[in-house]
């Protein structure tokens, strides 16, 4: 027997007005994933525990059976994980993000964040405008004396270390929450230590501001990566074993820096796929032949995480959702379950969204999610759709931790 998850992140919603008051799990056209979940068990699964961020963190270590409530201290130290960076005692690692603020003359505080990802900037461009703001000689010195280091990573992601640093009652807001929105309410605050973080962003906004990557960028109609945000502030963290935990060894197949984090840290190998962006342009193909390859080879359990719902609804970008949970359909699930057809074994596939990722905000939000498994083995008869409204007339799970013992059968 051979298992498999696939997390289509953000891809569950609430109804959309545009879309005839239907989710867009429910718009879009998915005959071969409600195929597969009407043999199956649909159900809903709440993967966010109350208290905590909703977020792909704190979702996806419920889901790989990691209580978010025990082991969270913060979104970046998993990021930081996946690269091999140590964080020492008293060290803070925060997240980096490249963001997009509007063009104008306003006070930093007045100015509306336009994009999380500075515009979804490509890697190489981002790893030169970060290196650059750092070795810019006024931000320098400045980020010396704060204590920070920042760790470069090829896209709108890099991961800032601070030494020495205290963060008690620091408040930090995520960045993809608040887009169009004035930053000065969530500019960090709450401790001495959030004026530094605040000062550093203001002074990376001025030294940007007119960088060539930027200016080629205003020419080329997008939208300058112009600034930084810190957030997902945390410390050093330790996984329980995966294997010691659910008996199955396992690969996690993705482009985003925190799987990578929470794979490495749960004693799980990472398998990188070249073209994998992260972006609704990313190498899906690519994604399924390594997961069937893992799955022929010493694996008995491999996962696929596929980031483009939640950019896309970041974005705004309603139509990238839609062609996003299409693909999934199309160009995960079809070739996926015809390759593993021909394969000696049987399989089981754990499906869902991590979290709700609004179009109505652009923000994630905690609610239950629906949940698919399939057994190759057995048709349940139950012929329910993957959709949020057939999650609810299925098995309720009140946290993501049950998923794991629920797919391997324990």
Not at 144 to 169: L, N
């Amino acid at each position: 027997m051979k298992y498999i998850l696939i997390i289509g992140d953000g891809m569950a919603d609430n109804p959309v007005p545009e879309l005839g008051n239907k989710t867009p799990l429910q718009y879009a056209d998915t005959p071969h994933i409600d195929a597969l979940a009407s043999k199956g068990i649909v159900g809903s699964v709440k993967n966010c525990p109350e208290g905590l961020p909703p977020g792909s963190d704190t979702a996806i270590l419920s889901i790989f059976g990691a209580d978010p409530r025990v082991c969270y201290t913060g979104r970046s130290p998993l990021e930081a994980a996946a690269t091999g960076i140590k964080l020492k005692n008293g060290d803070v690692s925060y997240r980096c993000n490249m963001i997009a603020l509007e063009d104008s003359d306003k006070p930093f505080e007045d100015k509306k964040i336009l994009s999380h990802s500075g515009g979804s900037i490509d890697g190489e461009s981002s790893i030169e405008l970060v290196k650059y703001l750092f070795d810019d000689t006024e931000f320098k010195a400045m980020a010396k004396e704060a204590g920070m280091t920042v760790y470069p990573a090829p896209s709108f992601r890099h991961i800032a270390v601070q030494s020495g640093a205290d963060i008690k009652g620091i408040k930090l807001a995520p960045p993809h929450d608040h887009l169009g929105e004035v930053i000065g309410r969530y500019l960090p605050s709450g401790c001495t230590n959030a004026v530094i973080l605040r000062d550093l962003m203001e002074l990376a906004n001025r030294v940007l501001e007119h960088h060539p990557i930027n200016e080629q960028r205003r020419k080329d109609g997008k939208l300058p990566a112009n600034g930084v945000w810190f957030w997902a502030e945390g410390t050093g963290v330790e996984l329980r074993s995966f294997e010691e935990q659910f008996r199955h060894s396992g690969a996690v197949i993705s482009a985003v820096p925190l799987c990578h984090g929470i794979a490495r840290l749960s004693g799980l190998d990472v398998i990188e796929v070249e073209g994998a962006t992260g972006e609704l342009d990313t190498n899906l193909e690519g994604k399924v032949n390594a997961c069937v390859e893992a799955l022929k080879g010493k694996y008995d359990f491999a996962a696929i995480h596929v980031e483009a719902p939640d950019e896309c609804t970041h974005n705004g970008d309603l139509k990238g959702k839609l062609q996003a949970i299409e693909w999934l359909d199309s160009r995960v699930f079809v070739p996926l379950t015809e390759a593993l057809a021909k394969e000696p074994f049987d399989y089981r596939i754990l499906f869902l969204s991590d979290h709700k990722t609004l179009t109505s905000t652009r923000g994630h939000d905690g609610d239950p999610v629906p949940f698919m498994i399939y057994d190759s083995r057995k048709d349940t008869g139950a012929g329910l759709p993957y959709t949020e409204e057939a999650g609810l007339k299925g098995p309720y799970l009140e946290a993501g931790t049950s998923l794991m013992p629920m797919l391997f059968e324990l």
